[in-house]
């Protein structure tokens, strides 16, 4: 299942990257680089952070092919789109969803307590998105004022270790973790759902 998640994360984060790549006009080996940045950024601080070794893209280098397949079909097609950045964050919205679920499947694996769950499941949905943006000089999405981005990570990451205590379907936290981040996340890009921002107070005379 992990493995599973991990590619499906790796396809569509390597998407989404290829795409900032057509907005920022690089060349194919542009594409390359930074389709497997976004694809595997976020996982490879994943399993860093947990001493899982071999990082699962050195482990298994069909996420790297993946990556770059990515890169080359979005560097042929992305003229195609009508509008690029508006699929990019329906792709990335996808991705996050994915890649939350894989890193609490990990964590959870390993015997991580609650909040090392948590942490790595925002970790591994948001990192290689902003590793993508800062790159780019985009304003990354993950720090946009009032996005449900990290939110949506972790409210997530949050309905997966609640889902065992409704029910032992073994798929369930997996299921969970997907439909709330991707809803979350969806509605802050259809409907602007927000969070309030902080509003500075003028000082007191």
């Not at 092919?65 to 690029?84: K, P």
């Amino acid at each position: 299942m992990i493995t599973m998640l991990d590619y499906a994360s790796v396809t569509i984060f390597a998407l989404t990257g290829a795409l900032l790549a057509s907005r920022a006009q690089l060349d194919l080996i542009g594409f390359f680089f930074l389709a497997c940045l976004t694809a595997v950024g976020g996982g490879t601080i994943r399993d860093l952070l947990l001493d899982r070794h071999p990082i699962f893209w050195l482990a298994d280098l069909t996420h790297l092919a993946i990556a770059c397949m990515a890169a080359l079909i979005v560097f042929f097609t992305a003229h195609l789109l009508e509008s690029r950045y508006k699929t990019l964050l329906w792709l990335d919205a996808a991705a996050l969803s994915i890649a939350v679920s894989a890193g609490v499947s990990v964590a959870t694996t390993m015997g991580q307590p609650g909040p090392v769950v948590l942490v790595m499941g925002v970790a591994t949905g948001t990192l290689g998105g902003l590793m993508r943006d800062v790159v780019c000089n985009e304003m990354p999405l993950v720090l946009k004022q009032g996005e449900l981005y990290v939110t949506a990570a972790l409210a997530g990451a949050g309905a997966a270790l609640a889902a065992p205590f409704v029910t032992a379907q073994p798929l369930a936290p997996v299921l969970a973790c997907i439909a709330t981040t991707f809803a979350l996340r969806a509605g802050s890009i259809a409907f602007g759902w927000r969070l309030p921002g902080y509003k500075p107070r003028p000082p007191r005379q």
